[in-house]
């Protein structure tokens, strides 16, 4: 028998990803993924959507990612087998929501000055009053101020950039606390995507374990070899759990399909190993 298939990291249309949550679940199941979590960006509404018990194919896992910073930093938390019934789930979702809409507001006023006509009620609609910065980046596709979301990033949305409003998402204590309050296990994203140098990732993987985090995602998408035995010999090194996922948005995306990431090196101890 095969190994079980599981992608830890994926998005549907409640959050910036393009499939909705059933077509997430038909189209995940056409890669073979067994198990598959659903981790759209501060929301759990694909989940209502859908049935959860444990002869759904794929196996459904709740999850979220929640945006928190690190000094001053923006870093991504996932939670898996959350409650969602929990109340703290709930208030949490709830304050992040308020931080996305005022940061929204913020970008939207920043991208008036520059010129651009009153973006934030297409950038709501198109989120589905969810709104994040890839969703200011179609709409400024789509208006022709520039010529690619990549261009949009680069020149109004990405990191020091005009959109990159950040100062009030929760602190990673806060963010790591909430998943464990919910009943669920936390699991920092995509450490390679922060760009950090390995002594700054370490002391990031300290405090989010001091914080109650269990598990870091070794494998996100594709990642050069290198990168991945980077990681897992920090993970190792900091006692935690390995986890991994496509971090999977859009059918368009070839490089990030579901279950298609870097399998995990032997060495490490699979999250699911304790489920
Ligand atoms: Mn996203
Ligand atoms: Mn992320
Ligand atoms: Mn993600």
């Known amino acids: 028998m095969r190994d079980m298939l599981f992608d830890l990291h994926t998005h549907t249309d409640c959050s910036d990803g393009s499939l909705s949550p059933a077509e ?10 067994d198990v598959l979590a659903i981790t759209d960006h501060d929301t759990v509404s694909a989940f209502a959507q859908l049935e959860t018990s444990a002869e759904a194919v794929p196996q459904l896992i709740t999850g ?22 929990s109340e703290t789930l709930a ?19 920043r991208l008036e000055k520059l010129g651009v006509e009153d973006p934030l009620d297409d950038v709501l609609i198109r989120s589905g009053g969810n709104p994040g910065r890839p969703h200011f980046a179609a709409h400024l596709v789509d208006i022709g101020f520039v010529k690619d979301e990549k261009t949009a990033f680069k ?3 990405g990191a020091g950039k005009i959109g990159d409003v950040k100062e009030s ?34 002391r990031l993987v ?10 870091v995602e070794v494998c ?28 999977f948005h859009h059918r368009s995306q070839s490089w990030s399909q ?12 699979p999250l699911w190993d304790t489920w």
């Open 24 to 33: 997430l679940a038909a189209y995940a199941l056409e890669y073979g993924v």
């Open 64 to 85: 979220i990612e929640l945006s928190c910073l690190w000094h001053r930093r923006l870093i991504h938390i996932v939670g898996l087998r959350i409650d969602l019934a």
């Open 91 to 109: 208030a949490a979702i709830e304050q992040q929501r308020k931080v996305r809409l005022g940061r929204a507001e913020t970008i939207a006023k």
């Open 155 to 157: 020149r109004y949305l």
């Open 169 to 202: 998402w929760p602190s990673i204590d806060a963010a790591v606390g909430w998943i464990v309050a919910a009943g669920g296990q936390a699991v920092l994203a995509h450490p390679a995507k922060y760009k950090m140098t390995k002594t700054r990732l370490r």
């Open 206 to 215: 300290g405090d989010f374990k001091q914080a109650g985090g269990v598990a």
């Open 220 to 247: 996100s998408g594709s990642q050069d070899p290198a990168t991945t035995s980077a990681l897992a010999r920090i993970t190792n090194e900091a006692g935690l759990l390995a986890s991994a996922g496509s971090d």
């Open 258 to 269: 579901p279950g298609r990431y870097t399998r995990l090196p032997p060495g490490v101890a």
